[in-house]
């Protein structure tokens, strides 16, 4: 008679199975301890094997070599599958396959110890994680004193540098070492320490008896800069929103939050040095962003191995900057548009500007300048700029554009921050520093080929603009697209330097900017973190990144569904108060 213990142990362990661990993104490696088993029935003994890749010491590959027709290994996260002749994957009728079976321990979350000070930051991460991992709803476990003696009951956390800033760069590898009756991370900096607590908390199931397997995950990202960009320009979006979205980026190993903060339609940053540009520029006195709010944000992201880029787009899209001082625009037949880029006293401004800008967010190693979308119409209009080029032989009004943008980068530079620009500045032909990154928005990867080639490098935001509402399963198409899949030099592709999501917020305010970005953001963050050749579609995408939307409504966060009808074991709870019964 089946004990419910071993019944939840073997559920546990299919799950892990059937789902590659269900780990979201894939581990750059994990080597995993247990059995694996043909399904003729014969038995190998207990060997460490790559799951990922499959190479080991060869005892994987030796299953394979006898195979008739047969060429090539390939292991799907758990199950051991041959390649035929055709170079497609089995199993098929005719064709062997082996399942891997992984040793299983159980966790003991009543006595489970965590060793996590080596720094404040791990601290709370440390607590915020025990509260996903052990849930006090799940009641209290029992261990019986055979489960005991092979129980996992301790996390011991060895980093190297907890002193480590947040930059561009920064080492987020680790190691994650699960055995009896100890789990060890090791990791040069705290933010490689923060990506592995996230991975364990993916590999421990169960509730209130929790299991987890033996393995070793060795892991780091495929890429150094991985961003979620919104909007709080089009619509304002309260600080609770901004947080909860912080949290989801840490869920899937994002570290960049792009703070597209002020456009065309409001200016709800408060400046100090400046006050009438919130004043007059906010959607209300309250829809405003202080420097106490944008501390805590900053620290809030930082706790979570993220740094806050805020960008400032001008000339264009900076109608709101005129309600408060409209002689900073330029003035088209009673219209206001565009910076006017032809007086010294605007340049002035800037500087000022970006010198308060730099103590406010004084965590983030990269300003972004805009620079998108200009139209010249209004400068063409203006009879002193017009004057103005023509007194210096200039006839292409893009050169103006060039005029203007040259001194926000230089301005920007000497405060010893580094700069990243919309692509239009680079197409426009600024003399850009070559520390400069180019945010490519435009459609085709040409265009991300023109700017490595110019030996600049870049970041690609066109595929992942999540604001573009389409019916279906849209993560794919997110999934698929790969910043480097360009005809390009390996020396240029080593100029990608990753990517990031976009909500701008045309049609996105507080009621749907968490949902309408995740879980789809999912599917980017794991082609950003992980590996190529092993984050394919084929290698069970779909299924994982469904267990990921679950994981992530169980903690809090509005994930909408990602591939059709579904389930979660633990549903999204929704709060709902008439105003009659208030």
């Not at 548009?337 to 500007?353: E, G, H, L, R, T």
């Not at 700029?385 to 103006?400: E, F, R, S, V």
Request: with cysteine; proline share 5%.
């Amino acid at each position: 008679m089946l004990n419910l213990t071993r019944v939840l142990a073997f559920l546990a362990v299919y799950c892990w199975v059937t789902n590659g661990y269900a780990l979201w993104p894939i581990p750059a490696a994990q080597r995993t301890t247990g059995t694996w088993i043909k399904k003729t029935g014969y038995t190998y003994a207990s060997h460490q094997c790559d799951v990922t890749t499959g190479k080991d010491d060869g005892t994987c590959e030796n299953q394979c070599e006898n195979i008739p027709n047969c060429v090539g290994y390939v292991a799907d996260h758990g199950t051991c599958y041959f390649k035929d002749c055709n170079g497609t994957l089995s199993p098929k009728a005719g064709f062997t396959s082996a399942i891997f079976h992984p040793n299983v321990f159980m966790v003991d979350s009543t006595s489970f110890t965590w060793d996590c000070t080596t720094s404040g930051t791990l601290q709370r991460a440390c607590q915020r994680y025990k509260s996903f991992i052990f849930p006090k709803k799940n009641g209290p476990q029992k261990i019986r004193p055979d489960q005991a003696a092979t129980a996992v009951n301790k996390l011991e956390m060895q980093v190297k540098n907890i002193a480590a800033k947040l930059e561009l760069g920064m080492d987020e590898s680790y190691t994650l070492d699960i055995n009896s009756p100890t789990i060890t991370i090791k990791a040069n900096t705290t933010f490689g320490g923060l990506r592995a607590l996230e991975t364990l908390s993916q590999l421990i199931l169960g509730g209130p008896n929790y299991y987890t397997i033996q393995t070793i995950v060795s892991d780091a990202p495929r890429f150094q800069f991985r961003g979620v960009m919104i909007d709080t320009a089009r619509h304002y979006l309260p600080v609770e929103a901004i947080l909860a979205n912080i949290d989801a980026m840490a869920y899937n190993k994002f570290n960049v939050l792009h703070w597209h903060i002020v456009d065309d339609q409001s200016f709800p940053y408060v400046s100090t040095k400046y006050p009438l540009l919130n004043q007059k520029g906010s959607y209300t006195p309250t829809d405003i962003y202080t420097p106490a709010v944008i501390k805590q944000v900053i620290e809030y992201a930082a706790d979570r191995g993220i740094w806050v880029m805020p960008e400032f787009d001008t000339p264009a899209h900076s109608r709101s900057w005129g309600n408060g001082y409209p002689w900073l625009l330029t003035n088209c037949d009673g219209d206001l548009y565009a910076m006017y880029p032809i007086a010294d006293s605007v340049y002035d401004f800037m500087k000022n500007f970006w010198a308060e800008v730099k103590t406010v967010f004084n965590r983030s190693p990269y300003f972004h300048l805009g620079g998108d979308e200009v139209s010249f119409g209004c400068w063409e209009k203006n009879a002193t700029i017009t004057a103005w080029m023509k007194a210096k032989g200039w006839t292409q009004y893009n050169k103006l554009e060039s005029y203007y943008v040259q001194h926000i980068v230089d301005t920007v530079k000497n405060l010893d921050i580094g700069v990243l620009t919309w692509q239009e500045v680079f197409d426009n032909n600024v003399t850009l520093p070559k520390t400069a990154i180019v945010d490519v928005w435009k459609s085709g990867t040409k265009h991300v080929a023109k700017v490595t080639a110019a030996g600049y490098r870049t970041i690609w935001s066109q595929p992942w603009y999540l604001n573009y509402i389409r019916y279906g399963n849209v993560w794919e198409g997110y999934y698929k697209a790969d910043p480097t899949d360009f005809d390009g030099t390996p020396a240029q592709k080593k100029l990608v330097i990753g990517g990031e999501v976009c909500m701008w917020a045309e049609y996105v305010d507080a009621t749907n900017v968490v949902s309408r970005i995740w879980a789809n953001a999912a599917a980017p963050g794991e082609r950003l973190w992980s590996e190529k050749r092993y984050s394919t579609y084929e290698d069970g995408a779909r299924a994982r990144i469904e267990h990921q939307r679950c994981r992530m409504i169980a903690r809090g966060i509005e994930a909408e569904p990602t591939s059709g009808p579904s389930h979660c074991a633990h549903p999204y709870t929704f709060h709902y108060t008439p105003p009659w019964a208030q």
